[in-house]
């Protein structure tokens, strides 16, 4: 079993930052891929980006450039760096830890970019 708890959420301007970490803990030792999603209002859950214990990473196209994932194993700790955002990235945030065949998700941290 692995436990996940996303923080770092909240209110921001279009153009800020928001930086989002995901702590695991549990049989942590055995994680893989992490990786983060989103949900916006009336939409279907999409990937955002991912990265496996060899710290390789994978982004969607719509925030490549602006976002980074990132990883310290040593912590059992998966972060999301959010710059230049914008209206459209607002979401619940979610993090998953991927054991074996078997998926892990976080309870989501909100983000919300208005002015």
């Known amino acids: 079993q692995v436990q996940l708890v996303e923080s770092g959420g909240g209110l921001v301007q279009p153009g800020g930052s928001l930086r989002l970490s995901c702590a695991a803990s549990?049989?942590?030792?055995?994680?893989?891929?992490m990786g983060w999603y989103r949900q916006a209002p009336g939409k279907e859950r999409e990937w955002v980006a991912s990265?496996?214990?060899?710290?390789?990473?994978a982004y969607a196209d719509s925030v490549k450039g602006r976002f980074t994932i990132s990883r310290d194993n040593a912590k059992n700790t998966v972060y999301l760096q959010m710059n230049s955002l914008k209206p459209e990235d607002t979401a619940v945030y979610y993090c998953?830890?991927?054991?074996?065949?078997?998926?892990?998700w976080g309870q989501g941290t909100q983000v919300t970019v208005s002015s």
């Open positions: 998953k830890a991927r054991v074996g065949v078997q998926d892990y």
């Open positions: 990265i496996a214990r060899d710290f390789t990473t």
């Open positions: 549990g049989s942590s030792f055995s994680i893989n891929l």
